[in-house]
C-alpha cells in the first residue's frame, strides 16, 4: 500500500469520526436558519470523506523520488511555526487585518519569494478580501486589536 492511500485511510477514518461527532452536536434554539453550529464541522467531514474515496479510487502516480528532509527545509518548518505562534499573539495587539498582513507577508518570505511587491499585494489583498467576506458576508466581529483601539479612538471613530 503507497503512502498515498495509507494517508487517505487515515483521513477517511479521521473524517467519519469528526462527522459522527458533528451529528451529535446540540441544536442551539437561536439558530432557526438552515445552518446551525455543526453546518462546517458537516461538510468538512462530508468533503473529507469524498476526497479519500477519491484517492483510494482513482489509480495512483508513480513517484520517481521521495521528499528528503534537508536542514533547509526543517529549519523553514521551524521558522513557520514560529510565525504562526507569533501571529496568535499579534492578532491581540495589532487586530486581525495588520497582523494577517504581516503573517502572510513574512510566511511568503520564508518561503522563498523576494519580490517586495508581490509579497505586499498579494498578502493584502488577500488578508483584505478574507477581512471582507467574514465581516461584511458573514457578520463576524473581528476584533480590532489594542493598537486599532487606540487609534481608531484618537481619531474618535469608536
Known amino acids: 500500500m503507497s503512502r498515498n492511500r495509507f494517508g487517505a485511510l487515515v483521513i477517511l477514518g479521521f473524517s467519519i469520526a469528526y462527522g459522527i461527532i458533528a451529528l451529535n452536536l446540540p441544536e442551539i434554539p437561536a439558530f432557526s436558519d438552515s445552518v446551525s453550529p455543526s453546518s462546517l464541522p458537516i ?3 462530508a468533503t473529507g470523506i ?6 483510494l479510487l482513482l489509480p495512483a502516480e508513480s513517484v ?3 521528499p528528503k528532509f534537508t536542514p533547509e527545509g526543517l529549519l523553514r ?7 504562526m505562534i ?4 499579534a492578532i491581540k495587539i495589532l487586530g486581525f487585518l495588520v ?18 511587491k508581490v ?8 488578508a483584505f478580501a478574507f477581512w471582507l467576506s467574514l465581516t461584511q458576508l458573514l457578520r ?5 486589536g489594542s493598537l486599532g483601539k487606540i487609534v481608531f479612538g484618537l481619531l474618535n471613530l469608536d
Open 86 to 89: 507569533s501571529y496568535g499573539l
Open 140 to 144: 463576524i466581529y473581528l476584533d480590532l
Open 119 to 126: 509579497i505586499l499585494l498579494t498578502a493584502t489583498i488577500t
Open 64 to 66: 520517481t523520488a521521495t
Open 50 to 55: 469524498v476526497i479519500s474515496i477519491l484517492i
Open 99 to 116: 497582523s494577517t498582513i504581516l503573517f502572510l507577508g513574512i510566511g511568503f518570505w520564508i518561503m522563498g519569494e523576494r519580490k517586495l
Open 43 to 45: 461538510s468538512l467531514s
Open 77 to 83: 518548518v521551524g521558522f513557520l511555526l514560529l510565525l
